[in-house]
Every structure is written in C-alpha cells, then in structure tokens.
C-alpha cells in the first residue's frame, strides 16, 4: 500500500508540474513522467496489458507526437502572450466552478467502497480479450468505427479541395 | 547523329514492371555485389610498412644537383621560380669569390634557395625551365611536420650530397 | 523466491549487460572492418593484432575528449538525452529468452532476466520509448541541425512502429501468446508435422516487413535521416562531444543486439537449431548449444545490417514517408488478412 501511496504522490506531483512549468517542452516531459507513473499504477493492479497499453499508446506515440508539434511550433517565452487580468479572473471562476461540481458529486456519491476486483487476473491479456471479444463485443467494435470515422475526417480535411486549388 | 565512339546508348524511361517496382530484386542484386567485393582482395597497402613502386616519371621532393666535379649546378638565374606557378621558389643571388671554384660552378649562385612544399603543387615547370639542370624533383614524397615552417625548405635540404663522401 | 533465486538473477542481468555492451563495442569495430572489407580496403588494424584493442582506444578517446555544453543548451535535458537513448537501448534485453534451462547442481536457472506474459509488447514499448533520447538530446541542443534531426527521428519512427506492431500481430495470430519464451518454445527444433517451425517460413512478408521496420527503428541506413551527415551535419548529435555523443553511438549498437536477438528469437527460432534433440546430447549442453545458435543468429543479423548499409544508399525524406505509409502499412494489413483466412481455413 506505501509503494501505491509514493506512486500516487508522484503522480500528483509530475502532473502539477506539468501545468506550473513555464517550458512548454519542460510541461510534455513532466506528462511523460506523469504516464510513466501511471502506467506503475497498472502494474500496480496487475492490469499488465492496460500498462503496456498505456505504455507504448500514450508516452511512445501520443506524447511524441505533441512534442513533436512543440518543437514545430516552437514556442518560447518570448512570443508567448501576456493574458491579460481579464482572462485570469475568468479562469479562477471556471476552475472554482470544476471544483465545486467535483467535489459535489463526490459529496452525493456517499463513502466510496474499496474497489476489489472478483477476478485479480483480469487485467492479464486473455482474459481481457475473452471479455472484450464475448461481453463487451459491440461497444469495442462500435468504438473502432468511431476511430475510423475520426480518421477519414482526417484524411478529408487534410486533402485539398480540387475545385478551389 | 552518328556517334563517334559508339558508346552512345539510347536512355530509355519506360514505366518500371512489378519486379522493378517492389526494388527488392535490385536490392539483393546489390548485397551480391557487395558480397563479392567483401572477398576481393585489398587494394589498399600498409603504407609506412609497405611502399608502393613509383612510376619512371614521378615528381617527388626536389634536389638541387651538383655536376661531375661536385660542384653545384645552380646559377641563381631565377627562370624556376619564375615559371612557377605557385610562386613557391625564392632564392637569393651571390657572386663566386676566389677559391671557391670547387664549391660553384657558375659564377653566380644561389646564396639562399627556399621552395615552400606547402605552396608547391609538383607541377614540373621549374625543372623544365632550369637551363643548368639543376632542379629535378625525383625524389620521396614530402614527409610531414607539425610546424608550417618546417615546410621551407632550404639548401640543406635541397642541394645533393656532395660526390666524395 | 529465494536469496539463492535473486542472486542468480541478480549474476544473470550483470552479465547480459556485460554482453550486450561488449557486443555494442565490438561491434563498432566490426562496422569498420566489414566496412573496410566491402570496399577492398583493410581497416583498423594498428591497435594490437587486427587492431583488436581499437574499440579500446576509441572508448579511452571518448572519455578524454573534452566535454562541452553549448551556452544556450538547456543544461539538464542536454544530458538527459544520452541518458535515456542508453537506457532505453540497454533495459529492451530483459524479456530476450537468452536459453533454455540450466541446471547448475540443485538449482534450475532459466536464461531469461523475466517472462512476462506481454514481453513483445513491452519491448515495443521500449523501442517507442527510444525516439526520446534522440528528441530530447536534438530539442536541448538548441541548433537548427540538431532540431531537424529530432523531428525527422520522432516522425520516421512513429510511422515505423505502425507497420512494426501490424507485422508482429500477424505473427501474434498464429502463436496465441505475447510470451517470448513461449513463442521461443513453438519454434521447437527446424522440422516437424511436413513444414519448418521457424516462423520466417510462416510468415516471410511479415519478416520482411519488421526487418524493414527493424532498419528504421535503429536508424540504420538506408534510414538513417536524423544524423545524415551530408544534410544535417551529425543530425541530433552535432552539439555533442565526449562521452555523451559516445552514448549516443553506443546506444545504437545495443539497439541493432537487441533487435536482433529479437528477430533472432520472434522468426528465426531463437535458441533452437536443427537436430536439437536428435544429437544425444545431456540438456545442459543442448542449452549452451542453444545459447551459441542464438548468438550466431545474432551476429548474423549485426552483419546484415552492416551489410545493407554498405550497400543500400539513404533514402530521401518523402520517399522514406512513402514507404512507411503508402507501402508497408497496406502490405502489413493484407499479411494480416492473408494470415487470418489461412488459419480459419486450415483449422476448418
């Protein structure tokens, strides 16, 4: 239970430093470790698959990805805008407004039980299949159309229109 | 028009079929290649150890001759360093004093005679121009220092040993 | 698991490092050799006999060279990266099954540092997880050169991992596991039921297809765009001096042992060799045998990436993209399907 509890703070910790640091290159690289974390959490729970998944999906592809962007974008702190009080205020407001509503539903939930799994193998690749291939069939396949159709609207608006070019 | 040499080939550009396309076969075509030089002898020889043969008219370090007698040929007239191209000859003209006929064969010679191997591009022109036969360049290549200096040569270097010794 | 198990494990992972970086280091001296070799030349040959001890030299260079972090790099990240393209090239061998068991007096040693029932998936983690040093170390550089190799690492390597991970699903359809012992375990002795074990001859456009992707992973010409000297001046590592760009060197032969012991054991059988067990031989040296297969098949493959990259020039840029898009993720889709109907129809 230490090993969750130093875990999560790490978590907590990288993901603060995520939003507090200046670098926006410095931020993706404290999310890296952010997911690594997390993925420590997976494994924690012996969803072994789910952490490889989170693995291999989130820190070996998406995230380079954003750095990728970044380093394309090239910001800095010198063409970064100065918000103006305006825009502060406001974000104060929005997020006071989230934590009020989270803090509120987690009141109306009531005392959370502690989640235990039936079936502590779960999380092994087999298993998971078996579920989601036998129980789950529908949702996952009507996900993957959802991803295809995200990625022809891709495709589509990545494609230039003949008639205007 | 006719060719003259009848190496002409007539460039094709017709449209790659399958084989050509998926460049597999050419890729392997070129591991073979490679695969066969892998075999071949070197070409290359150890040099320090091993010396290649020079061929009959190779231009090396020059020398400054001396004649039958073992006097020196060089009359300081200056035509080398006048058809060099490089402008890597200088020299200094002295007039002969009594006794040291056996030393000079001319009346005149070169007091100070400095070719700069960093300038010299072994072209052959002085030796050429040199109505004495003075200047030849049969000898080794040029051997390294570790100061541009060392690089002027000057009459010790140059002028041949003396016959009797 | 008993203080006798951990130290054995412990004995077992120092020396599959020790491995892997003796390996990385001779094989930059087998890179110049073969090198020299193809184009009629010698090579090093000054440093002992066959300039054996030339990886020695160059190494004590690597250490003695003067250390220098440009004035606007970012400090830490600028050593960060080496770091983590080493890290990640050295931890990708702890799922590679290195033998079969060895029995040492009473206690069984299974030559492998662990067996997790994801190991392919994690040593596709790690390969994905590579392209950070490279990005981190080319960013922090704060050089134009330097950024431009990143970028060019970051896409060709996503692109890459798409038909790497297509080509091993193929793989994965027709062994059922994610275990490398296990896939290791189908691929039992050469022959047998009228058709090779080794996967490459089930599945030879999906080999062809990771070797391809393989090349693009470790940034082997022909696709070696992010450091192509004659474009990029040393692509990521130009700010680099020292040991740090020694890292980065080395980190890319570990990378070429590690995918090659894992082509070695995911298609051409790992540690089995013909007539394994048809010899008479005791299972110990069976194993050390097995062992010596699996290095062989190894070192075969350090030598046909050398082999390619003396022979195969550097793609350009689109095409590199062309071929990663248009050419080997349809290829790879189709091997899944062939692959998929081939198995429906033989199990009917």
């Known amino acids: 239970m230490s090993t969750f509890y130093f875990i999560a703070f790490l978590s907590i910790f990288f993901s603060i430093l995520v939003i507090s640091a200046k670098n926006p290159v410095h931020s993706i690289l404290y999310l890296i470790l952010t997911f690594f974390t997390f993925t420590i959490h997976y494994i924690l729970m012996n969803a072994q698959f789910l952490a490889i998944v989170n693995f291999i999906v989130y820190m070996g592809a998406i995230l380079v990805l954003f750095l990728y962007t970044l380093m394309l974008i090239n910001l800095n702190k010198e063409s970064e805008p100065r918000k103006s009080n305006l825009v502060k205020f406001a974000g104060v407001i929005g ?18 039980h502690p989640v235990v799994l039936q079936d502590p193998n779960l999380g092994l690749v087999k298993n998971l299949g078996k579920i989601l291939f036998n129980e789950y069939l529908l949702p996952f396949e009507v996900s993957s159309i959802l991803l295809l159709s995200a990625m022809v609207g891709a495709v589509l608006l990545a494609t230039k229109d003949p008639k205007i070019a | 028009m006719e060719s003259l040499s009848n190496k002409r080939k ?18 392997f075509q070129g591991l073979g290649i490679t695969m066969k030089h892998f075999f071949r002898k070197p070409v290359t020889v150890s040099f320090p150890e091993e010396r290649r043969e020079f061929s009959e008219n190779f231009r ?39 006794g040291e006929e056996n030393l000079y064969r001319e009346e005149k010679y070169a007091a100070v005679y400095e070719i700069n191997m960093l300038r010299c591009i072994f072209c052959g022109l002085c030796e050429e121009a040199c109505p004495k036969e003075a200047i030849y360049l049969d000898g080794d290549y040029v051997p390294s220092e570790f100061l541009r200096k060392d690089f002027i040569y000057g009459k010790d270097k140059l002028v041949e040993a003396p016959l009797n010794q | 698991m008993g203080l006798a198990d951990i130290g054995i494990k412990f004995v077992l992972i120092v020396i599959i490092f020790a491995i892997s970086l003796v390996v990385a280091m001779y094989s930059t001296y087998a890179e110049r050799k073969i090198a020299a070799f193809f184009q009629d030349r010698i090579g090093p040959n000054r440093a002992g006999p066959f300039g054996i001890l030339q990886p020695l030299a160059d190494g004590a260079k690597m250490f003695l060279k003067e250390e220098i972090i440009p004035t606007n790099a970012s400090g830490f990240l600028f050593i960060a990266g080496p770091s983590i393209a080493i890290l990640t090239a050295c931890i990708g061998s702890a799922v590679i099954p290195w033998g079969q068991k060895l029995t040492i007096g009473t206690h069984v040693v299974d030559l492998q540092v662990t067996d997790i029932n994801v190991g392919i998936l994690y040593i596709f983690g790690v390969v994905s997880l590579g ?11 704060n050089n134009k050169y330097s950024l431009l190799g990143a970028i060019r690492a970051a896409s060709q390597n996503i692109s890459y991992e798409i038909s790497m991970g297509l080509s091993i699903i193929a793989l994965l359809m027709m062994t059922g596991t994610l275990s490398l012992r296990e896939i290791a375990e189908q691929q039992h002795g050469f022959w047998s039921h009228g058709w090779f074990t080794w996967n490459v001859f089930k599945q030879p456009l999906g080999f062809l297809i990771f070797i391809v992707c393989a090349f693009a992973e470790t940034n082997r010409t022909p696709f070696d765009l992010p450091e192509c000297e004659t474009e990029l001046v040393g692509g990521y590592h130009t700010e680099y001096s020292s040991m740090k760009l020694g890292f980065y060197l080395f980190a890319e032969y570990i990378n070429m042992f590690v995918s090659g012991a894992v082509m070695a054991t995911l298609y051409f059988g790992g ?7 048809h010899l008479g031989l005791s299972e110990n040296w069976v194993t050390i045998l097995g062992m010596l297969a699996l290095f062989a098949k190894i070192f075969f493959f350090i030598f046909f990436f050398m082999w390619v990259r003396w022979t195969v020039p550097r793609f350009r840029y689109d095409q590199l993209m062309d071929l990663g898009w248009k050419t080997l993720i349809p290829l ?6 062939i692959t998929g109907l081939v198995i429906t129809f033989l199990n009917r």
Not at chain 1, 95 to 112: D, M, N, Q
Not at chain 2, 10 to 27: G, T
Request: charged share 20%.
């Open chain 3, 131 to 141: 392209v950070y040093g490279v990005m981190i170390g080319g960013w922090a550089s």
């Open chain 2, 60 to 98: 090396g370090m020059h020398s400054l001759k001396r004649d039958e007698d073992g006097r020196e040929r060089c009359t300081a007239c200056g035509l080398c360093a006048l058809s060099c191209p490089a402008e890597a000859i200088t020299m200094i003209a002295a007039e002969r004093q009594k």
């Open chain 3, 271 to 277: 540690y089995n060799f013909p007539f394994m067990h």
């Open chain 1, 95 to 112: 997020g006071g407004c989230f934590l009020v509503t989270i803090v509120a539903s987690l009141k109306a939930l009531g005392v959370s």
């Open chain 2, 10 to 27: 007539e460039v094709e550009s017709k449209p790659l079929n399958f084989w050509e396309r998926i460049y597999l076969p050419s890729i």
């Open chain 3, 332 to 337: 790879a889709i189709a091997n899944i399907i």
